[in-house]
């Protein structure tokens, strides 16, 4: 079955630019689908088909996609951006998840 | 926009069957661009894609659950459902039904309902 992998946590100084990385093998050849998680809520979309945008997710969410990682990368963090970050892809009709990132912002 | 609700019984006995619905309002179930989906996170855990389905009658399974899982869609109610049976307690999670297009993310989300499963 496919994995994906993410590093369970990634830390950005207010301000700067944060990248979250989803691995898997030649991942570069799927759609990659970002979701942000803030505790006792439910996921939001962030980033769909490795680099769109959904209707009101802010600009400085950005995705790229190719050979074996896709990565998010959220420019000029801000402490409402702390949160879980899962990546998603869909394989042979089923969809796998990323373990999870958990972005601090310091 | 489509907005979704879960419900159902929130503690369900080892051995026994769960089961949730989700309401699908401010649209239309039978939306053919759609599929249905249940979703799964264990506390402090990640998230676990449950399975799928659509108002053609197709659906889709996690093959870890495969053997255990029924998702069915009620188009008069605007609802669709989970059977998960012969749960155990490693089945205790909060249970999120969400929707999205085919090969693209999932773009609307219940608020999601915890289930646990215990004696």
């Known amino acids: 079955s496919y994995e994906l992998t993410q590093p369970l946590s990634v830390s950005v100084a207010l301000g700067q630019t944060a990248r979250v990385t989803c691995g898997g093998n030649?991942?570069?050849?799927?759609?990659v689908h970002w979701y942000q998680q803030k505790p006792g809520q439910a996921p939001v979309l962030v980033i769909y088909?490795?680099?769109k945008r959904p209707s009101g997710i802010p600009e400085r969410f950005s995705g790229s996609n190719s050979g074996n990682t896709a990565t998010l990368t959220i420019s000029r963090a801000q402490a409402g951006d702390e949160a879980d970050y899962y990546c998603?892809?869909?394989?042979?009709?089923?969809?796998?998840f990323g373990g999870g990132t958990k972005l601090t912002v310091l | 926009q489509v907005q979704l609700q879960e419900s159902g019984p929130g503690l369900v006995k080892p051995s026994q069957t769960l089961s949730l619905t989700c309401t699908v309002s401010g649209g239309s179930i039978s939306s053919g661009l759609y599929y249905w989906s249940w979703i799964r996170q264990p506390a402090g855990k990640g998230l676990e894609w449950i399975g799928r389905v659509h108002t053609s009658g197709s659906s889709d399974y996690n093959p870890s659950l495969n053997s255990r899982v029924t998702i069915s869609v009620d188009t008069s109610k605007n609802q669709f459902s989970l059977k998960l049976s012969s749960v155990t307690t490693a089945d205790t999670a909060v249970y999120y039904c969400?929707?999205?297009?085919?090969?693209?993310?999932?773009?609307?989300w219940g608020q999601g309902t915890l289930v646990t499963v215990s004696s």
């Open positions: 030649n991942i570069g050849s799927k759609s």
């Open positions: 969400a929707s999205g297009i085919a090969a693209a993310g999932f773009d609307n």
């Open positions: 088909r490795d680099s």
């Open positions: 998603q892809v869909w394989d042979s009709s089923t969809v796998v």
